[in-house]
């Protein structure tokens, strides 16, 4: 189980950077987000935890990973 969200190698700032994250059943474990990352609606999302569900999540920085701005892109598809 992956329960920590890390990011590295991102780019200097001044330079985007996006990344999508497929998250199979992520529900089952509770994930700890840095506090880098800042959601669209202020609070992390619920993930699914029914065997097979999907979560998309995608984050993008402009400032080398300082902030990472996150929105759900779907939940439990």
Do not use: C, H, Q, R
């Not at 189980?1 to 985007?16: C, E, K, M, R, Y």
């Amino acid at each position: 189980s992956i329960t920590t969200v890390a990011f590295t190698n991102v780019p200097l700032a001044g330079n985007a950077m996006k990344i999508t994250l497929v998250m199979t059943s992520g529900g089952i474990f509770p994930v700890t987000w840095p506090a880098s990352v800042k959601f669209n609606n202020g609070t992390a999302p619920t993930l699914s935890n029914a065997i097979g569900k999907i979560d998309t999540i995608e984050m993008f920085t402009v400032d080398g990973g300082v902030t990472w701005l996150a929105s759900t892109y779907s939940l439990n598809a």
